[in-house]
């Protein structure tokens, strides 16, 4: 066959939707998450051509109508996300469809077996894949040929502990618990009283850092801060703050500072899988997962389809479904722990909760208020069409109190299963951001997006070192230099907001953070 009759276009636009989602998330996404879909999309139309050929005898008339169904099967959620109508949900299926028919009734009545469509189609989907296969080309040659970056503060010494008395020293568990806001900001915005939990903590010993302000307004910028004991000034110095990309931050976060220098002195390091996998901990020696985790590669490109839309797909493994029992797997695993893992141990535990997507009433019972998992916050989920403020402020709550429920069972547990007292932290990341604007500081306020839930369980005379403005960046810095010996500066504690796109491009916001509540 000569090449000018090739038909490539439905291959290439099967493969399109695919790698244009994995360019736009280079830095966040690993590759082999693209291999499942790239397969389940290539065959799908493969299969859709060959029924098509059959039905029409017509290799070059089929080609254009699966290269069709392709392109209005994955535009659809794109048209649903921006095109905010009323009654949307009802009126879009319908155009799609109509679409589809006008779309196929050219194609059938097109004259010369459409050959010159298809040279046309051919010509656009070479393009468009070239265009994205070039990016994704230049993104691995600079992350191959680059230096990758490294933590420029000072080295924890590493041999601190005598052998003998290794089995002294406690558990460490770090706790981190998406979103969850301190007490003056729920009182004062989400009209809620949190004492009582507070109140649960410190009768278990705990001290509450009530004047605690998140360092970073975004996941992986501030999980990364807290477990390299460190800003990251340098490190943006490194990668440039101009850079897009979030892989860097997996790094220092998956072989960071801490668990380190805790595994030179003797301890087990044990991390539970997050629902995030930009703060996953997966080169610890213990790697605990739900076999639920959802995976947001998949499930964004999914929302680029119908598929959501439709009534009882995939009811019994949905999105939902799998967030709500990873969070419990994670919950009940957390206090076993100490029985099941003899000697010193580091627990890393990341929590989506309270952070949305919102799946557990007050009593832990299932929540699903939209038609597409979606774990957005701020103006990017409170808009027309979707939330509300006050239905977000509702449904946090309602997931907070069931997230204190289990949080208290989990620290009872902890508490009364291991050999000696622990060290327990456990933190919000950042606040719970209704008010946030992803592409604004003016429009944010960051009173909420920075103020945090701060606990600590330290045995001993621990809790003297602590105060009431402590930020995670000094929490591994007060555990070190108490419990292990490392004269450790505190450093000061500040507050960076950035954008979505810029995360690099910091704003410090410490003064605004701290206005006192009237």
């Not at 493969?15 to 736009?24: E, G, L, M, T």
Request: glycine residues 6%.
């Amino acid at each position: 066959m000569n090449i000018k009759n090739w038909i490539l276009h439905p291959i290439l636009f099967s493969i399109y939707p695919v790698i244009f989602s994995y360019s736009n998330n280079i830095g966040k996404v690993v590759f082999l998450n693209v291999v499942e879909p790239l397969i389940f999309t290539v065959l799908f139309v493969f299969i859709g051509w060959g029924i098509l050929r059959l039905i029409l005898n017509d290799w070059f008339r089929s080609g254009g109508i699966a290269s069709l169904l392709i392109i209005l099967f994955y535009s659809y959620g794109h048209a649903r996300t921006n095109i905010d109508l009323a009654g949307v949900d009802y009126f879009l299926p319908v155009i799609w469809i109509v679409a589809l028919l006008l779309g196929t009734f050219v194609i059938i009545r097109s004259r010369k077996k459409f050959t010159n469509g298809t040279k046309i189609l051919n010509v656009v989907s070479v393009v468009l894949v070239m265009l994205v296969a070039t990016n994704i080309g230049l993104y691995q040659f600079k992350m191959t040929t680059s230096d990758q970056p490294r933590l420029q503060i000072e080295r924890i010494p590493q041999d601190l502990i005598n052998k003998d008395e290794q089995q002294l020293h406690p558990d460490v568990y770090f706790i981190i618990l998406d979103a969850y806001a301190r007490q003056d900001v729920l009182k004062n915005i989400y009209g809620f009283d949190n004492s009582k939990f507070l109140d649960n903590l410190e009768s278990k010993g705990f001290y509450i850092a009530d004047k605690a302000i998140a360092n970073y307004g975004q996941t992986v910028l501030a999980v990364g801060s807290s477990l390299n004991l460190m800003y990251l000034d340098e490190f943006v110095e490194q990668i440039g703050e101009n850079s897009l990309s979030r892989e860097p931050l997996h790094q220092i976060i998956n072989k960071n500072q801490a668990a380190f220098f805790l595994k030179k002195n003797g301890y087990k390091i044990i991390a539970l899988a997050s629902t995030r996998p930009e703060t996953q901990m997966s080169s610890a020696d213990v790697f605990l997962s739900s076999g639920t985790m959802l995976n947001e590669f998949h499930e964004g490109l999914k929302n680029t389809t119908p598929l959501p839309d439709i009534k009882n797909f995939d009811k019994k493994g949905d999105a939902f479904s799998r967030h709500r029992m990873h969070t419990m797997f994670t919950l009940d695993k957390l206090g076993k722990l100490a029985l099941e893992y003899k000697g010193p141990k580091f627990i890393f535990a990341h929590l989506g909760q309270p952070h949305p997507p919102f799946v557990f009433g007050p009593n832990g019972e299932p929540v699903q208020l939209e038609s597409r998992f979606d774990d957005h916050d701020g103006n990017w989920l409170i808009r027309p069409g979707r939330l509300t403020v006050e239905q977000y402020h509702k449904h946090y709550i309602d997931q907070l109190i069931f997230l204190n429920k289990k949080i208290e069972f989990v620290i009872d547990e902890i508490l009364k299963k291991s050999s000696r007292p622990p060290i327990v932290i456990i933190f919000g990341d950042h606040g719970p951001r209704s008010r946030l604007n992803w592409q604004s500081l003016e429009k944010t306020d960051v009173r909420e997006s920075f103020s945090i839930l701060s606990a600590y369980h330290l045995p001993g005379n621990g809790k003297e070192l602590l105060y009431p403005e402590i930020s995670p960046v000094n929490s591994l810095r007060v555990i070190v230099s108490h419990y292990f010996g490392v004269n450790l500066d505190l450093l000061p504690d500040r507050s960076f907001y950035s954008t979505a796109r810029f995360l690099y491009k910091f704003q410090d916001v410490t003064e605004r953070v701290r206005t006192p509540f009237k």
